[in-house]
């Protein structure tokens, strides 16, 4: 039995917003701009960063935002600094009515240094008014 065609329709209009809404975060960080962050999340969103390795379960938590303003409080004061400069890959989303989840690796030269950083992304997403938010953040850092 197949799925209707609404069904599959909604699915791929769900997977593009989140893919949107994943690019539109990098593009944020991209050029600076922390104040745009906040509205990307649900009010109750969080934003974890950890440290691990790609193939191992173990992880130590580096820091933890329990609200989308917290997380902009703590960019804005990185603001005019060196940032960095998300390169998305590999992102795979998967959606369940008006929820989603999403995992991406993040490759990151940081400007205005020789340093960069890589890691993993598991993102969580909510539909909430007919547009989608991030609900979770988890960034995992590789040693």
């Given at each position: 039995?197949?799925?209707?065609?609404?069904?599959?329709?909604?699915?791929?209009?769900?997977q593009?917003?989140?893919?949107?809404?994943?690019?539109?975060y990098?593009?944020a960080v991209?050029?600076?701009?922390?104040?745009?962050?906040?509205?990307?999340?649900?009010?109750e969103?969080?934003?974890?960063?950890?440290?691990?390795?790609?193939d191992k379960?173990?992880?130590?938590?580096?820091s933890?935002?329990?609200?989308?303003?917290?997380?902009?409080?703590?960019l804005?004061?990185?603001?005019?600094?060196?940032?960095?400069i998300?390169?998305?890959h590999?992102?795979?989303?998967?959606?369940?009515?008006?929820?989603?989840?999403?995992?991406?690796?993040?490759?990151?030269?940081?400007?205005?240094?020789d340093?960069?950083v890589?890691?993993e992304?598991?993102?969580?997403?909510?539909r909430?008014?007919g547009?989608?938010?991030?609900?979770?953040r988890?960034?995992?850092?590789?040693?």
């Amino acid at each position: 039995m197949s799925t209707p065609l609404e069904a599959r329709l909604d699915r791929i209009e769900a997977q593009t917003a989140v893919a949107d809404l994943v690019h539109e975060y990098a593009r944020a960080v991209r050029r600076d701009e922390p104040e745009k962050v906040a509205s990307l999340f649900v009010p109750e969103g969080t934003f974890e960063v950890r440290s691990g390795h790609p193939d191992k379960a173990e992880f130590s938590v580096r820091s933890r935002f329990e609200s989308p303003d917290a997380l902009v409080a703590f960019l804005v004061t990185q603001k005019g600094g060196p940032h960095p400069i998300p390169l998305i890959h590999n992102l795979m989303v998967e959606v369940e009515g008006d929820r989603a989840t999403a995992n991406s690796m993040m490759a990151a030269p940081i400007y205005g240094t020789d340093k960069e950083v890589f890691g993993e992304y598991h993102d969580s997403f909510e539909r909430r008014d007919g547009t989608w938010l991030f609900s979770r953040r988890i960034y995992t850092v590789f040693g």
